[in-house]
């Protein structure tokens, strides 16, 4: 507890100074445009409040507080469908229903049933209620996209609170581990596009994903995970420097398909476009992909997990 209590202490001091630095640097350079920083940094005060509470009282307050995360980002992705239609609406209604589902199976420890509801029972029942009686327009796009949904924002998500209950020795730390790096990815990528970066790699959906941009990133992630998996994880350094790549790929890809997501479901919509900018979405978009890479992989590579 000491020496959990001692790393947080650090992570705190740290997120504070970084905090402050953003403020100055903001506030000298206006003509920048530093929101998506702003943004990463609210998620990593919120990360570290749900690290807190995994180690320091129970994994049960960080299970339900990344539940309700999982909802209110699955209620703005639902926000951005473009639906009057009732059995959408009630589609919608179903999906919110798996959520507390997915995080019981986590609650009781049941990977089997965790890895397949959604992706296999909520996949096959879901469009049901779309189905009776409801007519045939729209059938595949509401459904689908609601699927898309959930396997992001719920589904993905959901291994983040896994950890802890997976290995209750290395749990928290390895979220601790995953977000920070996928934190920083996020950020240098910004920052590198935003001074440096030439060449978008989608310009119509997200100006601020550049390959320059992916590039630093790819390289400061890798290097950070070398030096920072032997306080956090259990790992050798072969394998710290490849969930380094991982993560960094992963989270590239995560930002890049979430954005074009948003794009492709708000076309014709850009004042919500930008609003959703500073969404739950923006913030954990890499998350979703990163989240499930790492846990996957550890647990096939390590008997702790």
Known sequence: ?????????????????IHIVYKIIAKLQPDKDYSGIGN?????????????LATLFNPIVSLISLMVLAFFALKEYFSMIRSTRKADRRLFLWAYLAIPVQFYWIYIGWYGMFIVFIPLYVFLVLPLPRLINKGTVGFLRSVSSTQWGLMLMV??????????????????KLVLFLVVLTQLNDVVHYLV???????????????????????????ITTAASYFIHPYLTPFDWQFGIFIGVLISLAGFFGSLTVSVLKRDLLIGDDNKFDALKKSYLSRVDSLTYTSPVMFHVVRYFFDFM
Do not use: D, Q
């Not at 993905?156 to 928290?172: D, I, K, M, N």
């Not at 596009?193 to 390289?219: D, H, I, M, Q």
């Open 1 to 17: 507890m000491s020496s959990s209590l001692f790393t947080l202490t650090l992570i705190f001091a740290a997120l504070l100074v």
């Open 40 to 52: 990463k940094i609210k998620t990593w005060w919120g990360m570290l409040v749900i690290f807190c």
């Open 155 to 172: 589904f993905g998500l959901s291994h983040l609170a896994y950890f802890p209950f997976a290995t209750p020795e290395y749990g928290s």
């Open 193 to 219: 596009s935003l001074y440096l970066g030439k060449r978008k790699v989608v310009p119509t959906a997200n100006p601020f994903l550049t390959w320059e941009g992916f590039a630093c990133a790819f390289v």
